[in-house]
């Protein structure tokens, strides 16, 4: 099927073009704000569970150093009994 063009026909499939170009440009501006939100979430979410676990870390390190200190104390006190 062929169509014969003109000055009107043009106009009108570059008109149709920069439509759906502009849908198309915005809809990606859309999905890549959505992106950068969800980026940004995640590594905030990674940050907050790193000082979490870090801390938690800390905290376990501590009771481990009480821990063996007491027991190297205790370890010395039953050596130096008789």
Same mark, same amino acid.
């Given at each position: ?26 809809? #990606?501006?859309?999905y890549r704000d959505l ?17 979490? #676990? ?15 200190t007491d027991l190297e ?8 009994q008789p």
């Open positions: 099927m062929y169509s014969v063009s003109n000055q009107e026909s043009w106009t009108q499939h570059s008109s149709d073009l920069i439509a759906r170009s502009q849908k198309v440009r915005a809809k #990606v501006k859309e992106i950068d939100q969800m980026l940004c979430k995640t590594a905030t979410e990674m940050t907050n569970q790193w000082n979490i #676990v870090n801390a938690t870390f800390g905290v376990r390190i501590r009771e481990y150093i009480k821990a063996q104390t205790h370890l010395a006190k039953v050596r130096t």
